[in-house]
């Protein structure tokens, strides 16, 4: 009896994991360089004090991508194609140009920090790795299943678990960490303001909506017996069910590094008097009380597993939305030869990223930048998404129920809050 129990919960624990799919993986990729840049300067810049944006951006970010994800699995197309059934072409073009800029920054700077990391550990060779990462990531996208390959890179992102490891290593007060996380408080400050909108920007990012949305359409075309939801309603229950728990359970996971990440560099770096982070040694000086000598390498790794998966996340998105605009065949899980200009795009944002590498500034510097960069992007981005998801001509009667609506809303509008706020000030 106990060995029948025992089959039967490896079957259900199987099934489990076969129907994770575009949500969690979305959630690896919200963890990228950038986002282990921006949570790093968090934590030092602010100690404890910015811990209750974990608790806000959580539920905001699960809805919005829950939201990207209906849109996807309901129509049978990806963002940008059922933006531009509800308004004019050149503004759809505007605001697909506006995700290809802020993807090919994102890029740029993920590479240079992927280059500057391997350089951590062997002391040399920074340009050299981050032109070998570029060449890796691009041939991987071109020659391997993007499932196959990232099963793979989601073991090294494992590396960044070694930051939970900082509740063992140092004293933490407790009682501050916990209002911290659960009082909102909130300096309305150019430098302040700054933080919050990268923390927006890199955790809530616009990448990942088209690249979820355009998932959702690569997951049911490969399932001869799946189909839009528009055309499928009997599929319709089991599916958005799936949404929603599979991309909270994703977010979750994002935002739980997210929190000890800050945790990590407010109890060492700010706590010993650094403040701001100015290169990836510093950075990594974070994870010295949990790793000792490993922490430059256990920093790499995190960087370099984060960044090979989410390279081809943002130029996958941004070649997703450039296709869908154009009508041409797209999808990673085709041929080279089947789509020759949907590659292109991916082969050209990483090959314009590349300058990032080459300009004068620190890739630390750089990541948190792209950060901000796309919390300006996101909001028009945003808005039009949830414009689309109440539409009952693209959704059918699937539109975004009244909480997607309500959460959707308030996040663009306290994304463009910040926004403002930070250029005002500035």
């Known amino acids: 009896m106990a060995s029948a ?29 950038s986002g282990i840049a921006t949570y790093s300067q968090t934590g030092a810049q602010a100690g404890f004090g910015m811990l209750w944006t974990v608790v806000l951006t959580w539920p905001l970010l699960a809805t919005v991508q829950s939201v990207s994800a209906r849109i996807g699995r309901v129509t049978g197309h990806g963002l940008a ?20 800029i802020a993807n090919t920054v994102n890029i740029g700077a993920d590479l240079a920090a992927m280059g500057a990391a391997a350089a951590l550990v062997v002391g040399w060779g920074s340009h050299i790795f981050t032109v070998l990462f570029a060449a890796i990531s691009l041939v991987a996208v071109i020659f391997v299943p993007y499932h196959r390959y990232v099963g793979v890179l989601k073991w090294l992102t494992l590396s960044l678990l070694a930051y939970v490891g900082v509740i063992f290593a140092v004293d933490i007060d407790w009682r501050a960490v916990v209002i911290a996380t659960f009082v909102p408080r909130i300096d309305f400050s150019a ?11 890199t955790t809530i990012s616009p990448y990942l909506f088209f690249w979820q949305s355009s998932e959702e359409v690569e997951d049911e075309e490969a399932d001869p017996e799946a ?20 991309t909270w359970l994703g ?7 997210f929190f000890f990440i800050v945790l990590t560099t407010a109890a060492t770096l700010h706590a010993s008097g650094v403040t701001d982070i100015q290169t990836s040694q510093q950075a990594a000086a974070a994870l010295r009380p949990i790793a000792g000598d490993f922490a430059f390498a256990l920093f790499s790794l995190g960087i370099i597993g984060t960044g090979l998966l989410a390279v081809p996340v943002l130029a996958g998105s941004a070649a997703y939305a450039v296709g869908e605009i154009g009508r041409w065949p797209i999808g990673l899980e085709r041929l080279p030869a089947d789509a020759k200009r949907f590659y292109a795009v991916i082969g050209a944002a990483i090959i314009f990223g590349l300058a990032v590498d080459f300009s004068p500034i620190d890739p630390i510097k750089a990541l948190f930048g792209s950060a901000v960069v796309n919390g300006i992007m996101t909001v028009p981005i945003m808005a039009a998404m949830m414009i689309v998801a109440s539409r009952r001509d693209c959704m059918g009667p699937y539109v975004a129920t009244p909480a997607q609506q309500v ?12 926004s403002l706020a930070m250029f005002i000030l500035m």
């Open 5 to 33: 129990a025992d089959g039967t919960s490896r079957l259900h624990l199987r099934g489990l994991f076969k129907r994770l799919g575009p949500g969690v993986i979305t959630g690896a990729a919200d963890d990228d360089p």
């Open 81 to 100: 194609a059922n933006m531009a059934i509800v308004f004019p072409r050149p503004i759809v073009s505007l605001l697909v140009l506006l995700l290809l």
């Open 191 to 201: 430098a302040s303001l700054t933080l919050l909108v990268a923390i927006f920007g």
């Open 227 to 246: 189909g839009p939801l528009i055309e499928h309603p009997e599929q319709a229950s089991r599916e958005l069910n799936r949404i929603g728990w599979e």
């Open 251 to 257: 977010m979750a996971l994002a935002n739980l590094i």
């Open 407 to 418: 959460g959707g809303w308030f996040a663009t509008t306290i994304m463009a809050a910040a």
